[in-house]
């Protein structure tokens, strides 16, 4: 529910319902490493598709020679991703020629897709705003869960649909700087508030009063689900064996807070035990403490069911994800949709990997020129790749020569 403000609103506001960028920690060595935290509050489908009216300042242009597609031994299996991300662009008029003729073509082998994008595109290298060009890459996955449609003894945490007392709260046409702020809150008499915490929305529904989410389904395991609403979207294994794909719909307006971090600053985990798997196994033998460590993080994801079918779970821009060729990046310095072509080093090694990859999703803690976040698929392999996946790299955005006005020289 999207509402005109005045000044004094998002004075109200932006103390408790302001998403705020993340801090990047520092990268350590190369020895186990605690999960990443990964976009905890993804931008719903439907962002807008970067127009030649947009800049983009922290892209600079470079040679092809200094982008090493050739790095990328098997770069055609970059084009079903590009051809998804052209499902949409091709609307937009300086991606429409490249678009079209891509969705025209046979499948190219990788020779011809790299003479495509080397003939059509035009580099340019990705740097931060103080002009260095190398930043964070982290990873995430679409993970599975166990549950059921309807409350069982065995499924009985709820994931919820958006409530209808959720209020978006739209500064940017009155205030331009303000735009990157995700303000959330809610109703109460003639006042606008803060949406409830994650505590208070537990204990609500708990209680019967306060929160009147609707279920759409219900997990077996509290800290599966916990992780769901960080990853942002999943698939549900339900009784009969089939699945049910859930994807991100709107968030209470608070940020992430790391219970990994928690658990390490009091003492219970060490750094390297902080993982999705270690905060699993901590839980388990800790069940007492395990619902004040969630309520610690006041974030809360709502989900939507997604359409059977889907190739992969729905990104920012609107279209599937391709494990392995899709990434998270920050919209303000790269265009969604866009092919980049991403030098790092594969999880917790220095083993270089070197890929073209689709700018096709976005998320609250990825922010920066050159901040990504590499999907990697869907299952519990996945999950540990993008567990571990903490690592340096840089990155070539490539766009069509006709948009080479939204960048200046």
Not at 89 to 113: H, I, N, R, T, Y
Not at 167 to 189: C, F, H, M, N
Request: aromatic letters at 8%; glycine letters at 10%; proline letters at 12%.
């Amino acid at each position: 529910m999207p509402l005109r403000a005045s000044p004094w609103l998002f004075v109200l506001l932006l103390s408790a319902c302001a998403v705020s960028p993340p801090t990047a920690p520092p990268v350590p060595s190369p020895i186990p490493r605690p999960a990443p935290e990964p976009a905890p509050v993804p931008v719903p489908p439907a962002a807008p598709i970067p127009t030649p009216s947009a800049t983009y300042p922290t892209l600079k242009p470079a040679s092809w020679s200094s982008v090493g597609l050739g790095k990328d031994e098997q770069i055609g299996e970059a084009w079903v991703a590009f051809l998804r991300s052209c499902a949409t662009l091709v609307k937009q008029s300086g991606w429409q020629a490249v678009c079209s003729e891509a969705m025209s073509m046979p499948p190219p082998d990788d020779k011809a897709a790299r003479a495509f994008f080397e003939q059509r595109f035009q580099p340019y290298q990705a740097t931060q705003e103080d002009g260095s060009t190398d930043g964070m890459i982290t990873g995430y996955y679409e993970p599975l869960l166990k549950g059921d449609r309807v409350r069982t003894e065995r499924a009985r945490y709820p994931l919820y649909a958006a409530p209808d007392d959720l209020i978006t709260v739209d500064l940017a046409s009155i205030y331009p700087e303000l735009k990157s702020l995700r303000l959330r809150g809610r109703l109460v008499g003639n006042k606008i508030v803060p949406y409830l915490t994650r505590k208070e929305i537990e204990q609500s529904s708990a209680n019967g009063d306060g929160f009147k989410g609707k279920p759409i389904a219900w997990a077996e395991d509290p800290v599966d689900l916990f992780f769901l609403q960080i990853q942002g979207s999943g698939r549900i294994e339900l009784p009969d064996g089939s699945h049910m794909r859930v994807g991100y719909a709107d968030q209470n307006g608070y940020p992430y807070l790391s219970i990994g971090k928690l658990l390490v600053e009091r003492g219970e985990l060490k750094l390297e035990q902080a993982s999705m798997q270690g905060i699993k196994d901590w839980g388990a033998k800790h069940p007492d403490k395990l619902p004040e460590l969630l309520a610690s993080n006041p974030s809360f994801v709502f989900f939507r069911e997604l359409p059977d079918g889907l190739p992969g779970p729905l990104g920012s821009l609107g279209v599937p994800l391709t494990g392995g060729r899709s990434i998270a990046v920050d919209p303000k310095f790269i265009p969604l949709g866009a092919p980049v072509f991403l030098a790092t080093t594969r999880p917790n090694s220095t083993q270089p990997m070197n890929r073209l990859v689709m700018a096709q999703d976005s998320g609250g803690a990825i922010k920066g020129g050159v901040r990504a976040d590499f999907f990697w698929g869907f299952g519990d392999e996945a999950g540990e790749l993008a567990g571990r996946m903490k690592q340096r790299g840089r990155m070539w955005v490539l766009l069509p020569k006709a948009l080479s006005g939204i960048v200046p020289r």
